[in-house]
């Protein structure tokens, strides 16, 4: 008895030092997964790697003046962090904090039917395209630098937009429920690193707007035909006309359920 009251403790504080290890290391894993590829990832290294060395030779060398000034490194850091991954944070609190309870923004099925009957046709007629679904964060530039429309969604609107050679054939399109807002509209750049050298500036401009805002960017290669979906940062890509429904209702609904049940009948 008396030694099991002995090693009690002992080991409730491994299994106390083991639950930290957990936390620590998956919420650093998921850290570095959520800023892997930014434009401020090789800033934050490049900090990292300066502040190891000169801890390493303050405890070496012993200098008492660097050893004091590297006990508020990591309030440093932290303000760093705040600097340097600013658009990244935005869009995370945006997310979180935007969440309603009783599910997201709802839009219309037959607006995404409109984009997908319009996509079919410009595939054919070796048409680009750039649409933009947005959702709980406005990305104001775009509306000084496009025009704004407040139209009902059509495909043939959208169609006509995008025809070569148009004065609005430039630039983006964003929808808001279902209506078009704004044509024309100019979309921030992605200053990820690594991307394929073949994408152009309508998917780092889609990338570059999923970065910024949680809008849910379709674009349409007008080289290729290839249909690209950006969401969070992330470019999927090659997709189908069904693929991009699927992934639209699933996303823009938010209900998995329901989303697969219109699939399914879509798809009747």
Known sequence: MNLLNIHFPLVLDLARSL?????????????????RGTRGARVLAGFGVI????????????????IEL???????????????????????????????????????????EMVIRTLEQMQESGHGALIA??????????????????????DDLLETIFFPKTPLHDGGVIIVEDR??????????????GLQRNLGLRHRAALGLSDETDAVVVVLSEETGIISLAVGGELRRP??????????IAILLQNKDHAKSLVEQLAG
């Open 19 to 35: 639950i930290e290890i957990v936390i620590l290391t998956t919420g650093i894993y998921y850290m570095w997964k959520l800023f």
């Open 51 to 66: 502040l190891a060395t000169m801890s390493l030779l303050a405890a070496v060398l012993n200098l008492p003046v660097i």
């Open 70 to 112: 590297l006990r508020f490194s990591p309030a440093v850091l932290i303000t760093a962090l705040v600097i340097i991954f600013q658009p990244e944070l935005r869009r995370i609190f945006a997310e979180v904090g935007s969440r309603p309870l009783l599910g997201g923004y709802r839009q219309q099925t037959e607006v995404i």
């Open 133 to 154: 679904f947005e959702r709980k964060i406005t990305y104001e530039p775009a509306r000084e630098t496009g025009t704004l429309l407040d139209a009902k969604v059509s």
């Open 180 to 193: 078009i807002a704004v044509a024309a509209a100019i979309f921030p750049l992605t200053q990820a690193e």
């Open 239 to 248: 997709l189908t006309t069904d693929e991009l429904r699927s992934q639209l």
